[in-house]
T-cell receptor, first 114, second 113 residues
Framework: GAVVSQHPSRVICKSGTSVKIECRSL??????MFWYRQFPKKSLMLMAT?????????EQGVEKDKFLINHASLTLSTLTVTSAHPEDSSFYIC??????????FGPGTRLTVT | GNSVTQMEGPVTLSEEAFLTINCTYT??????LFWYVQYPGEGLQLLLK?????DKGSNKGFEATYRKETTSFHLEKGSVQVSDSAVYFC????????????FGTGTSLTVIP
């Protein structure tokens, strides 16, 4: 199947700093990318949907100024957690979809804010 | 609304045991149903899916049948292997929500030799 990568796989940052997570579709062009957050023992919660070249659509309750999403090309989307705090510590997963095809998920990024 | 309820884990089984992971759903539209598997350190992979009532999805010895009358999509395997150890997610997707996925909480399965 199609491959989606995320970088970094783990990141530790200090409170108040910003951290960027990349999501890449390696062998297909992703017109739409999704960002999820997974809490311990909880399901994946959709944070936002981004279409290449347009602004992301955020789910209710997700702060768009805190979680900046950029989908500048058909193979790359980035999630920047700005002014991170310990409560932002979580597992962030992206997925990518080419037109109406299946979504393919990345391996996730473990963010720890100290 | 749309939601998925999945049996809580963790589940520990001996090799060759029978596996059932229960999954029920609520949906405002007519959903497609999925099981995803996440092996340690890897992303979610589609295991199987069913798009309409009474469809049976199957892959790698796993099966699940779309039961509209009971709003269920239970995952089964007749004889598990150590390599099946992973976290399993039940999910639904409803077209009128822009193909958004709704996931269950995941069930961790450990198979011991």
């Amino acid at each position: 199947g199609a491959v989606v990568s995320q970088h970094p796989s783990r990141v530790i940052c200090k409170s108040g700093t910003s951290v960027k997570i990349e999501c890449r579709s390696l062998d297909f062009q992703a017109t739409t990318m999704f960002w999820y957050r997974q809490f311990p023992k909880k399901s994946l919660m959709l944070m936002a949907t981004s279409n290449e070249g347009s602004k992301a659509t955020y789910e209710q309750g997700v702060e768009k100024d805190k979680f900046l999403i950029n989908h500048a090309s058909l193979t790359l989307s980035t999630l920047t957690v700005t002014s991170a705090h310990p409560e932002d510590s979580s597992f962030y997963i992206c997925s990518a979809r080419q037109d109406r095809y299946e979504q393919y998920f990345g391996p996730g990024t473990r963010l720890t804010v100290t | 609304g749309n939601s998925v309820t999945q049996m809580e884990g963790p589940v520990t089984l001996s090799e060759e045991a029978f596996l059932t992971i229960n999954c029920t759903y609520t949906a405002t539209g007519y959903p497609s149903l999925f099981w995803y598997v996440q092996y340690p350190g890897e992303g979610l992979q589609l295991l199987l899916k069913a798009t309409k009532a009474d469809d049976k999805g199957s892959n790698k010895g796993f099966e699940a049948t779309y039961r509209k009358e009971t709003t269920s999509f239970h995952l089964e395997k007749g004889s598990v292997q150590v390599s099946d150890s992973a976290v399993y997610f039940c999910a639904l997707r409803v077209q009128n929500t822009g193909n958004q996925f709704y996931f269950g909480t995941g069930t961790s399965l450990t198979v011991i030799p």
